[in-house]
Nanobody, 123 residues
């Protein structure tokens, strides 16, 4: 049974930091690109970051320089370190897996999709 489980969300003040984790199971994690996608209240989903099997990273312009995506293939886990958080970063953050590179913002563009973790940044 495939599962992507996000954790680490919560409430933080603007300027603070949070680290999200995505624990994967039920598929060969190291064979997949892993992405973060977010959806702010009342807004469309937005690609945040992606990481290839070997660690090549890609970021949306809105988070470049503040967020860092990483993965540990020995633990089947992906991370998103979020620094210098802004109120505009408030959203549900979804973990997603794809066989190839994609910056899709929709679940249909991925092979697997998590339940999401809520991040609230207070200003």
């Amino acid at each position: 049974q495939v599962q992507l489980k996000e954790s680490g969300g919560g409430l933080v003040q603007a300027g603070g930091s949070l680290r999200l984790s995505c624990a994967a199971s039920g598929f060969t994690f190291s064979n997949y690109y892993m992405n973060w996608v977010r959806q702010a209240p009342g807004k469309e989903r937005e690609f945040v970051a992606a990481i290839s099997w070997s660690g090549t990273t890609y970021y949306a312009d809105s988070v470049k320089g503040r967020f860092t995506i990483s993965r540990d293939n020995t633990k089947n886990t992906m991370y998103l370190q979020m620094n210098s958080l802004k109120a505009a970063d408030t959203a549900n953050y979804y973990c997603a897996a794809a066989r190839g590179y994609t910056i899709s913002k929709n679940a249909g563009g991925y092979d697997y999709w998590g339940q999401g973790a809520q991040v609230i940044v207070s200003s």
